[in-house]
């Protein structure tokens, strides 16, 4: 018989396969919603952490259960606390609600093209998220806090369906009670006890104060809810160039192999996931690209 | 480039040279009413005096006048299916505690000599090469397989009923991507290869296999048979201005006519020698304590394809269609700088409902609403 190496998961050196993962456990886990929770993950060997890029994402495998694309939702100047919020939504995010601490999992990234940080310096800047949407975004507001002086004003326009869907509730008081950044929460169906705004996250554009010939917009969520943000953060003035689509997409791979996640002429986890709107603008508009 | 001559009371010698190298012989054979690949001995194992009769829809095996070994075009195997296998294990993985550890799958066995390939599937090789292992990333299965194997292409001595690679500039002379190169002619009571030799590995080869110069009425008569080819193609495709045309024909109203033929059987994409879509299955044994992870062959005609959260991004058949032709055709150049069509014909061939790529690129310019009278998609 044939002996095949068997390497302990973790010491092997890096794999020549970019289909290959590298060893993290569960260090922790939280719920944040009834159907959404928290993972932070450790490498396995203790190695150092692996440096990633605010709309950045991973590919997250768990033993014999699947694999699935998950943004990193972390902060960036914390790469050591590797940081994942994940919906239960299907066989391999509810495997992944039921890991244990201490339990292995492979982890393959970061993977995609990042928010544009750096080319918003000077400008004000408008977040936009529904719904899980919020996970990719939040590297990206604690990047956007950490040098708050490189930034006009900021603005954060959360929706969700109702309030019991709202992620991340301590951070979003604290956000709220800042002064230097203006925090907007709407959610699409009130139940007792809420008093904020209701409908949909694209009519609290209009309630927001920034300047919109300076602004840049990223943009995270439903397909539906981007493109009625992106038309809506138009039609107030600011500049499609200067707005920013993250999208989804069946993805296998993560390295442009499988083929699953195109999206026209663009291999989103090539290209993107974060794309510059001008360039899927059009293909927004056609149904079932 | 040297032309040579191998007789074909010699080319066994080419084969049983290869064999003793160490190379796994793939190629043409007769299995299941089809010309498929497969692994091959000797030259008695080629479709000797067989031709395939092709049309939408139609492969029929038929009887030739000759003892031609390549006298065939192309079955519905293609190359894919040993660079790229159906189905590949990536991986397996045991568990140990609370963790597991991966078992690397061990490299393969022989290297692989390809016999017959032809031109248009030499393009589709290189045009999988593009997106295996010359982007970012390197797919390392293929990538090994590919450096690693030999290929013989063969000049095709007629033209499929569903072939177009003229017009996709992708044949029927292989011009590149072969270690050698063979143009057979049967000429009265002559039978011999027209060699032409690609690679220095390919010329090593032939040090052990009998072979001359050619003569210029050799080299003559086997430009007539590819020239003969060329000209009597079964089908044509206009390319010019396809891309962008493409491009502005999402809502074009002939999506619909396609959809209403198209069963979404998938056949087309995995008959293609350029498809290259696959998904990854993982499974685990009974006890749990083993998991495997497969690589398989996917199709955007599925319904899984595109699930995300919530439903498929292309459930219906149109958008399946579409999205397959406009990859094809359009953004597959912007993607890899070429086409994803080498013009095979396999498509046509294999389509239970013969739906005709190049027949719907007609139709698709000839409804394009706003397009100028009397464009019957040439100008
Ligand atoms: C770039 C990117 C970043 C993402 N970031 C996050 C995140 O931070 N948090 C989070 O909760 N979710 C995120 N998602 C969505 C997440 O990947 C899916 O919810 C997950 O793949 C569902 O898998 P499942 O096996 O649990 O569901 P099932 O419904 O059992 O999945 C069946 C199949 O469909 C695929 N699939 C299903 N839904 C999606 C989807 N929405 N996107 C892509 N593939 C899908 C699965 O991979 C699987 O192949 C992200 C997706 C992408 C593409
Ligand atoms: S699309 Fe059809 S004709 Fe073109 S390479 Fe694929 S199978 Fe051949
Ligand atoms: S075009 Fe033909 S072969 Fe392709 S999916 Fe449709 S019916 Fe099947
Ligand atoms: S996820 Fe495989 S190609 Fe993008």
Redesign the pocket.
Known sequence: METIPEKPFGQEPMSTDPRHFRAYRMKRRWQETHD?FTIELAAMDGSEPVNFAPGQ?NMLYVFGQ????????GDPRQPSALT?????????????RRLKAGEGLGVRGP??SPWPLEGARGNDVVVVAGG?GL??LRPALYELLHRRADYGQIVLLYGTRSPTDILYRKELARWRARFDLETLITVDRATDGWHGHVGVVSTLISKASFTPANTTALICGPEIMIRFTALALEKRGVTPENIYV???????CAVGFCGH?QFGPLF??RD??VFSYPRVKGLLAVREV | MKSLVIERTDLEKLFSTLVGRGYRLIGPTLREAAIVYGEIKTVNDLPIGWTDGQAAGQYRLQRRGDAALFGYNLGPHSWKKENLPPSLRLFSAERRDQSFVIIEEPADELPMAFIGARSCELHAISIQDRVLMQGPFVDPTYARRRNQTLVIAVNCGQAGGTCFCVSMKSGPQATQGFDIALTEVLDGHRHYFLTEVGTTRGAEILNDVPHRAARDVEKAAAQRIVDRTAATMGRKLYTGGLKEFLYSAYENPHWDDVAARCLSCANCTMVCPTCFCT?VEDVTDLSGAHAERWQKWDSCFTA?FS????GSVRSSTKSRYRQWLTHKLATWMDQFSTPGCVGCGRCITWCPTGIDITQEVVSLRERQPGRKEQSDGEP
């Open positions: 959404t994402f699947g694999e699935v694309p998950i943004s990193i939702s994942h919020t994940v919906r239960a939504v299907g066989s391999a995010t509810k495997s992944l993977y995609g899980i996970a990719p993250s999208l989804e997409r069946n993805m296998k996640c989103v986890c993107g996931p | 998904t899984d699930y995300i959260h919530g």
